[in-house]
Nanobody, 114 residues
Framework: QVQFVESGGGLVQPGGSLRLSCTAS????????MGWYRQAPGKQRELVAR???????NYADSVKGRFTISRDNGKNTMYLQMNSLKPEDTAVYYC????????WGQGTQVTVSS
């Protein structure tokens, strides 16, 4: 079974930046469209960004222009660079395939607050 591990979250002030990392068992990034998801308190999980095997990318309107998804297949790692962070970006961030399968990692908490 694929296991996802997210890292890089933390507490940051509005306008700050963070880079999240995602690793997965197996070299799955080469073969699937991947995505970053987030779930804010009291809200449904939503897709933030996705990247295809050909490195085409798509972003939710709420993060477009501020977030960048990328991957390094050699390191079997996916990244989410988050700039100009806003309080509404506060959430637990997860990585998974797109569409996701039902095995989720623990996620990494991102809190944007003064």
């Amino acid at each position: 079974q694929v296991q996802f591990v997210e890292s890089g979250g933390g507490l940051v002030q509005p306008g700050g930046s963070l880079r999240l990392s995602c690793t997965a068992s197996g070299s799955i990034f080469r073969f699937y469209t991947m995505g970053w998801y987030r779930q804010a308190p009291g809200k449904q999980r939503e897709l933030v960004a996705r990247i295809t095997i050909g490195n085409s990318t798509n972003y939710a309107d709420s993060v477009k222009g501020r977030f960048t998804i990328s991957r390094d297949n050699g390191k079997n790692t996916m990244y989410l660079q988050m700039n100009s962070l806003k309080p509404e970006d506060t959430a637990v961030y997860y990585c998974n395939k797109y569409p996701p399968h039902n095995l989720w990692g623990q996620g990494t908490q991102v809190t944007v607050s003064s």
